[in-house]
């Protein structure tokens, strides 16, 4: 069973830091490009960060650069992100996403999503 599980979301003050972790079972990530997406209501989702299969390269939506930073370990089949300085803007539903970037592979596997909830 192919399974990817967020966990680290939760109710923050404005300026606090949350870590996000996804955990995956059923696969291993080291094939796939990984990335952190996010869904506030009434909006669409959004890329927040990804990096490459290797973790050599990372890229970052404007809003964040320089607050978040993703992360993988291959050998732990996991990926986080750490998010600094979080405002009330970053509320959202953050959801993991695995892609094989293949020109012959179209599937993608998505986690069920963990609330972030930056608030006073």
């Known amino acids: 069973q192919v399974q990817l599980v967020e966990s680290g979301g939760g109710l923050v003050q404005p300026g606090g830091s949350l870590r996000l972790s996804c955990a995956a079972s059923g696969f291993t990530i080291s094939s796939y490009v990984m990335s952190w997406y996010r869904q506030a209501p009434g909006k669409d989702r959004e890329l927040v960060a990804s990096?490459?299969?290797?973790?050599?390269?990372?890229n970052y939506t404007d809003s964040v650069k320089g607050r978040f930073s993703i992360s993988r370990d291959n050998d732990k089949n996991t990926v986080c992100l750490q998010m600094d300085s979080l405002s009330p803007e970053d509320t959202a539903v953050y959801y993991c996403?695995?892609?094989?970037?293949?020109?012959?592979?179209?599937?993608?596997?998505w986690g069920r999503g963990t609330q972030v909830t930056v608030s006073s």
């Open positions: 990096i490459s299969k290797a973790g050599d390269d990372t």
């Open positions: 996403n695995a892609d094989p970037h293949s020109g012959l592979v179209w599937y993608d596997y």
